[in-house]
């Protein structure tokens, strides 16, 4: 069957079809199968017949029932629904009826991934009250790496700021990043960025060059305002010859737009932080009083 599909050439076509090449892939898949399943099951011979994707298509299917009307999940999505299935009671997954023998088949037991997982693992919990019980010295070096890494939205957000900085000045420095929907397929089953997850082909994925330049602006500028603002004057000019000495093979105008936003950005994060703080609800007299009433927009709080 593979020489006859492979030697056969459609009328008016001189190369082989799309649908000559899925058997032939289908052909060798079951080839690479029986040697595998040779090795390690030491079988005789395989039923084709018996070789379907019912069961794939099942667990498709109940990925996209989890979702109700969105039946076509984003990868994101998809994982987290996965996740959801893995950790609770699944009926729709284990099935009884199947074409391989099983040696406990059960059906009146009902059946959770995860305790039967807990269970063939041979997993101790220590129930040990002075286990959960950290010194001071832990806890303060604990609380101290935490403070030095980021959280997954705060690298999130910084991915998404060398994206919109890439798109701003794509035409000057093309090689800053790429849209989305030029950047090839990634199947390494890593967890998708909150770029990718959010992007529909228009946005623009910064290359890892310029991110690795950009932690190097983060860095300085977190270094040259602490936790806060520096009040001192012309910050945003002082802030980007400094980064511009360090980084001198960087453009002046990227690194200020840089250090522009990322101020707007430290500045929006302290209103809100006191906002928080003091608790006070957000009236509808503070909203006529913050409106700007000649381009109809509301003006941020300083």
């Given amino acids: 069957m593979y020489e006859l599909i492979f030697s056969m050439r459609c009328n008016g076509k001189n190369t082989l079809q799309t649908f000559q090449k899925g058997i032939l892939i289908s052909i060798t898949s079951t080839k690479l199968l029986f040697e595998d399943l040779k090795q390690k099951c030491n079988i ?3 039923l084709t017949h018996r070789l379907n ?17 969105h039946d076509h999940p984003t990868p994101l999505n998809a994982m987290h629904r996965i996740r959801i ?14 074409n391989i023998e099983m040696e406990h088949n059960n059906t009146n037991v009902e059946e959770y991934l995860v305790a039967n997982v807990i269970a063939t693992a041979d997993i ?5 009250e002075n286990d959960d019980e950290l010194s001071d010295s ?3 070096s604990c609380e101290s790496s935490q403070n030095n890494s980021e959280t997954p939205n705060e690298e999130d957000g910084f991915i998404y700021l060398c994206g919109w900085l890439a798109r701003k000045f794509k035409n000057k420095y093309p090689h800053l990043g790429n849209y989305t929907k030029d950047n090839k397929p990634d199947h390494s089953y890593s967890a998708p960025s909150w770029l990718q997850h959010l992007s529909y082909g228009g946005l623009t994925e910064p290359t890892v060059t310029w991110v690795e330049k950009a932690k190097v602006f983060e860095n300085m500028f977190k270094k040259f305002h602490k936790d806060k603002i520096n009040p001192d004057a012309n910050i945003v000019k002082r802030l980007t010859k400094l980064i511009k000495k360090k980084c001198y093979d960087m453009p002046e105008d990227l690194i200020k737009s840089f250090v522009l936003q990322r101020t707007y950005i430290r500045i929006k994060q302290l209103n809100n932080n006191l906002i928080a703080t003091q608790k006070r609800p957000y009236s509808d007299t503070d909203r006529n009083l913050n409106f700007n009433s000649m381009d109809g927009h509301p003006e ?3």
């Avoid at 299935?85 to 199947?98: A, C, F, R």
């Avoid at 101790?124 to 040990?128: A, H, L, Q, S, T």
């Fill in 44 to 46: 005789d011979y395989i």
């Fill in 53 to 69: 994707q019912d069961s794939l298509e099942s667990f498709f299917s109940t990925i996209r029932s989890r979702g109700g009307l």
């Fill in 85 to 98: 299935i893995i950790l609770g009671k699944n009926p729709g997954v284990v099935q009884d009826k199947l």
């Fill in 124 to 128: 101790k919990i220590n129930n040990n």
């Fill in 138 to 140: 832990s806890l303060s």
């Fill in 300 to 302: 941020e709080r300083s």
